[in-house]
Structure formats: structure tokens, C-alpha cells
């Protein structure tokens, strides 16, 4: 428990500081972009960022599990995986461009689709995960800080009016560059792309795939609603949802840190230690009550306030829809215990199959109320898909795991 504790220092440190740099970058763009031309780059990240999932795959969090029971081989899974990862993202970023100069999009709209798309060679060539693996996170919080501080300030010197707007994302990728050339050197990177290679990359695509498909469909019901919102309304709504949007995201990314530093954890005493398995699962459960009670509740009743001040009065539709997400966000914190818990024993198809049920589920609502609702339907949509996939996420948890990690322990 003591590192497990250490780990979650290290990874909220990491999330408090890259969270703090990216928020002040985010209103900073809101307000030099405005509504419209934020509209678009909101819009077109949402692409790109979908897109990373066929970049890795499932392969970082099968990395980080794989790694965290054989530490020899951190090397080896990080030369495989990125060599393969930077291949995939070079063919999708063609396909990209070749869409995207074939659409109908305006002239500026399939710059910033393009530019964004640089995003995907990031998600290749990153190996966070890696280290995760080997539980140095401190390695982590050095990539968040310095990469964010880059992208800040970079921004800041070249991103002061609307018409700047397709500086933005390639200043986002061109900060990462250093951070990632320096971790690739310190895990003594090397191209692994022969024969060999690649199969021993198809047989860990055989169990990261189900991963992937978790990730997925999570894109669908937590990302699409944007790109939704932008077939059917005005490109301004687009940029209030994504004040929405940001801030619950940055919510669940907290979340998100403290997951990758249990899962190493729970994979580990899942095989051994049923006690601890228990254990560290109830500790997970207890910090997302704490969260909720302490951090979440009372956004409520500051949201008007913090739109205002962060991003401008301009912004105020969004605060409606973000007090409406704010309620979906406590079933995401609540889901996410269980979900780890389930894929640290292996149980990865039933995380998939529940994902995959509120993806539909979510495509449903959100085709069919945002048209005319829009915002609010975007948010409602969202609540109540949350509300689903905590109660089915929990139900299996029960049926598959409490029981079993249980009886375990009373053999024992």
C-alpha cells in the first residue's frame, strides 16, 4: 500500500500541474480564438483524438501491464510498441489528408483538421506508459510539467488572434518533441519492424484489442457528442460544449491518473494477494467518494462563476449543459474502481461489452435529441449513458469479481 500511495502522489502531482498549465492554454485559446474559431478547433481535435485510439490500440495499457510483471523487458515492449504505433499513425494521418482535401469542409476548417492530426504522431512516439509499468512515475510528472509548460508558453508568443488559429495545433505537437525524444533515449529505444517483430506485436494486439475496443467505445458516448453537435448546430455551440466538456474531462482525467497508478497494483495482487486486491480496490472507491463530496458537488454551484471568470461572459450557454454533466460525473468516478478492477483479473471483454452497449446507447440519444436540443441534449445525453454504465459495470463487478477475490480469500 505504501507504493501504491506513492505512485498516487507522483500521478496527481503530475495531473495538478500539466491540469493547471492546460486549463490556463485552454482559456487562453477561448478567449483569443472566440466561440467560432474555437469551434473549429475543438471540432477538429475531437477527430484527431478519436483517431489516436487506432494509433495505439490498447497497446499502452496492456504495455503497462505486461511490463509491471516482467521489469526486464520495459525496453523491449516500448521498442516494439512505438515502432508499431508511429507505422500505424503515418498510414491514418495519410488517409487523413487525403479525406479531409477531398471533403467538403471549408479552406480554414481542413488546415486545422490537418494541423490537429499532428497529434497522432505524439500518441506513437509517447512512453508514459512505460514507465508507469515500472511504477517511476515520477518520470511521469517530468514529461506533464514540461511538455504543458512548453505548449503554454510556445502559444502564448505565437497564438494572439483568431486568424492564428492554425498555429494552435501545431505548437501542440511541437512541444511534445522534446519530452519524447529524451524518453525514447533513456528506454534505449531501437526500430523493431522485421518479421519477428511484428508478430510478437500481433500476438500482444490479440489481447490489446479488447483494451482498444474499451477505449473505443468510450470515445464514442465521451468524445462524439462534439462531432455530432457539429453536423447539426451552429459551430458556436460547439465551443460552449467544449468549455462543458474540458472541465469534466479534466475531472475524469484525475480519475484517469489515479487508475494507471492502481492497475499496476490490483494486476499484481490480483495473482497474489487477495487481501490487498480488496484493500486497494476499497481505497480506490473511498478517494472518488472523497472527490465527489469535497470537489465535484459544490462545482455546481460555482460553475456561472468560474465561466466567467476563466473564459468570459461569451461563454455563459455553457454553464447549463456543464451543471448537468456535473451530476453524470459522479457515476464516471464511481465506474472507474470497478472497470480497473475488472481488467487488472483479466475480465477485459466484460468492461468491452459494457462500453460497447452505452456507445450505442449514447449514439441513440445523442442522433436524436441534439439536432433539436443541442447543448442540453448533448448533456443529458451524457448523464444518463453514465447513470447505464455504472449500474451494468457494477453489477458484473459483484457477479464476477467481489465474489470470487472473496471466496479466494477464505481458502486462504
Known sequence: MERLSKNFIWLTAANIVSSAFGAVLFIYLARVLGPGPFGYLSYALTIAFFLVNFVDMGLSTYGIREIAKNRSRASDYASEIVSFRFLAASFIFFLLVIATLLSTHSAILKAVIIASSLVLFT????????????????????SFAVTSFLQLAITYIFVKKPSDLVRAPVIYFAATLPVLI????????????????????????????????ISIFAQVYNGLDIFILGLFRPIQEVGYFTIARRVTGAFIMFMI????AVLPRLSYAFCNDAVLFRATTQKFLKLAALFTILVLLPSIFLCEKVV??????????????????????????????????????GREKDVMIQTAASAGLSLLINFIIIPRYGIIGASVS??????????????????????????REEQK
Open 123 to 142: 500518441c506513437a512516439l509517447a512512453t508514459e506508459w512505460a514507465f508507469q509499468g515500472i511504477e517511476k512515475m515520477a518520470m511521469v510528472l517530468i
Open 308 to 345: 466567467i471568470f476563466a473564459v468570459g461572459s461569451q461563454y455563459l450557454p455553457a454553464v447549463v449543459p456543464l451543471n448537468i454533466m456535473i451530476v453524470g460525473l459522479v457515476f464516471v468516478l464511481f465506474n472507474l474502481p470497478y472497470s480497473t478492477g475488472l481488467i487488472a483479473c
Open 382 to 407: 451524457f448523464t444518463i449513458v453514465e447513470i447505464f454504465a455504472f449500474v451494468w459495470i457494477f453489477w458484473i463487478y459483484e457477479k464476477k469479481v467481489h465474489h470470487a477475490s472473496k471466496n
Open 182 to 213: 529524451t524518453y525514447l533515449a533513456l528506454l534505449k529505444f531501437r526500430v523493431l519492424l522485421k518479421v519477428e517483430d511484428l508478430k510478437r506485436i500481433f500476438s500482444y494486439l490479440s489481447s490489446s484489442l479488447v483494451i482498444w475496443s
Open 257 to 260: 491518473f489515479l487508475t494507471n
